[in-house]
Antibody, heavy 123, light 111 residues
Framework: EVQLVESGGGLVQPGGSLRLSCTASGLNINTFAMSWVRQAPGKGLEWVSSISGNGENTHYAHSVKGRLTISRDESKDTLFLQMNSLRVEDTAIYYC????????????????WGQGALVTVSS | QSALTQPASVSGSPGQSITISCTGTTSDVGGYNYVSWYQQHPGKAPKLIIYDVGNRPSGVSNRFSGSKSGNTASLTISGLQAEDEADYYCSSYRSTSTLHVFGTGTKVAVL
């Protein structure tokens, strides 16, 4: 059974930084494309960022480009989302998800999801 | 990034069938068969129930089915059950720098 577990969420002031982590059981994170998807309180889902299986391709939503960075530590089998220059509108539950990504850029679907990590940006 | 358009709510009685629409453009839903659907119960993570327009992952009930016509995709839930009460989101690949877009979400109520 595949399980994804996010950690690192919390309360941060506007302009601050936070790093989310995602670890997996039943799945080698280093082998598959992975993504971060977020959901603001009471709102819908929003794709944030993806990384290809070989790590050569990364993609970002316009709203986070230049502030959030997706990466992977193969030695720790962990996916990260480094979040800098955070804004109030970044407040959301952040889910990591295994992703079907064709040719490094055709994002098809998200087939396994973690339970999410809550990030609150507030003064 | 503009979201795909879904009705805010759909309701039905147990045993009935309901259909949720998801309208996009030729840059996403209409141009590719990379349409997927997710079920989300309150306080839970989303769950993939349909991928590539009409395919069901292993373990998903065959009461869920998907289709597409032009720029509109549809999710049909047949034999509606109380456990189907949840939020449903469509999503699609988009051939712009946005890469991927979700629908606005539909709340399904079982009367």
């Amino acid at each position: 059974e595949v399980q994804l577990v996010e950690s690192g969420g919390g309360l941060v002031q506007p302009g601050g930084s936070l790093r989310l982590s995602c670890t997996a059981s039943g799945l080698n994170i280093n082998t598959f494309a992975m993504s971060w998807v977020r959901q603001a309180p009471g709102k819908g889902l929003e794709w944030v960022s993806s990384i290809s299986g070989n790590g050569e391709n990364t993609h970002y939503a316009h709203s986070v480009k230049g502030r959030l960075t997706i990466s992977r530590d193969e030695s720790k089998d962990t996916l990260f989302l480094q979040m800098n220059s955070l804004r109030v509108e970044d407040t959301a539950i952040y889910y990591c998800a295994k992703t079907q990504l064709w040719f490094g850029e055709l994002l098809d679907y998200f087939d396994y999801w973690g339970q999410g990590a809550l990030v609150t940006v507030s003064s | 990034q503009s979201a795909l358009t879904q009705p805010a709510s759909v309701s039905g009685s147990p045993g009935q069938s309901i259909t949720i629409s998801c309208t996009g453009t030729t840059s996403d839903v209409g141009g590719y068969n990379y349409v997927s659907w997710y079920q989300q119960h309150p306080g839970k993570a989303p769950k993939l129930i349909i991928y590539d327009v009409g395919n069901r992952p292993s373990g998903v009930s065959n009461r869920f089915s998907g289709s597409k016509s032009g720029n509109t995709a549809s999710l049909t839930i047949s034999g509606l059950q109380a456990e189907d009460e949840a939020d449903y989101y469509c999503s699609s690949y988009r051939s712009t720098s946005t890469l991927h877009v979700f629908g606005t979400g539909t709340k399904v109520a079982v009367l």
